[in-house]
């Protein structure tokens, strides 16, 4: 669900996380604190700053770095750039931040208020990309895409910790490959039973009672898609028994289908099969052989 849109505070609350926008000039009289972290938070800076923790040396966080905060994290920050603090933050229940760091460190349920024993780590390029692309969908878009931004934002929650613990010289311990396959077969089962819903990642959780982190890494690993592509593709697959009758409304289609607008509908089709749905109906076969030889069908 799409929160108040101000310049600083919350843009996005969904079941298991939250995103918001942080902007604090240089020159506000509490700039530098202390302060006391609301939440379990992942932030990537857009400007650079010098972040303490408390009891810890301090960072400069600059965009080529992810911060980690635990809840309750007492921490100051300094003066690095003219424009102040801009970033944005991403707040996560600490059980959900346990699951993903879980696999590379056996004993964070030791301590389960505090997930996070490091103060920062590598902001790699996809991952700031990807949270970029979510906070523009969720400010741009009319109908925010829920099933999307969970997956999304789940995702760079795994590449940042993963990145952390690697770079630390930690890899991950492997998992039985049998009790995964299940999982996906599961999800698969309602995906293909409920296609035309509008789903998100967490009614599928709910129904599986599974970790909304691991439903999306089981699932990639063993599709090598997410569950959000795995979807469009039921989805426009499911419209090519449609879209070549000449008597199928392709705005009803679209919206029967799950997509937000024709508009959403046409633009995903042609980016998949190389031509909108409207040119598709009128191809003729000479023509329809030609386009199959200029695309490739996955």
Known sequence: MRADQDASGPIYDGAFFRIGRFRRGPKHPNFSGPHWSGGTLVVFPRTSVTITHLGKASVVADPNVVMFYNHGQIYSRGVLSEAGDLCEWFGF?????????????????????????????????????????????????????????????????????????????????????????????????ILVTRFEQNLSLEQIAAQLNYSPFHLCRIFRKHTGRSIHQYLTQLR????????????????????????????????????????????LRNTSRQEMRQLLSKISIA
């Open 236 to 279: 426009l697959r499911t419209s090519l028994e449609y879209v070549t009758q000449a008597n199928t409304d392709l705005t009803n289609l679209a919206l029967k289908l799950g997509f937000a607008s024709h508009s959403h509908f046409t633009e995903t089709f042609r980016k998949t099969f190389g031509t909108p749905p409207s040119e």
């Open 93 to 189: 229940g600490s059980q959900l931040v346990a699951d993903a760091i879980r696999s590379f460190d056996a004993h964070v349920d030791d301590h389960p208020f505090e997930p996070f024993q490091f103060s920062h780590g590598p902001s790699d390029t996809i991952s700031y990309l990807l949270q970029r692309l979510v906070v523009n969908h969720i400010l741009g878009a009319q109908q925010p895409d829920d099933l999307f931004i969970g997956e999304t934002v789940l995702q760079v929650l795994k590449r940042v910790i993963e990145n952390n613990y690697r770079q630390r010289g930690i890899s991950p311990k492997q998992t039985k490959i049998s009790a995964e396959k299940e999982v996906v077969e599961a999800i698969q089962k």
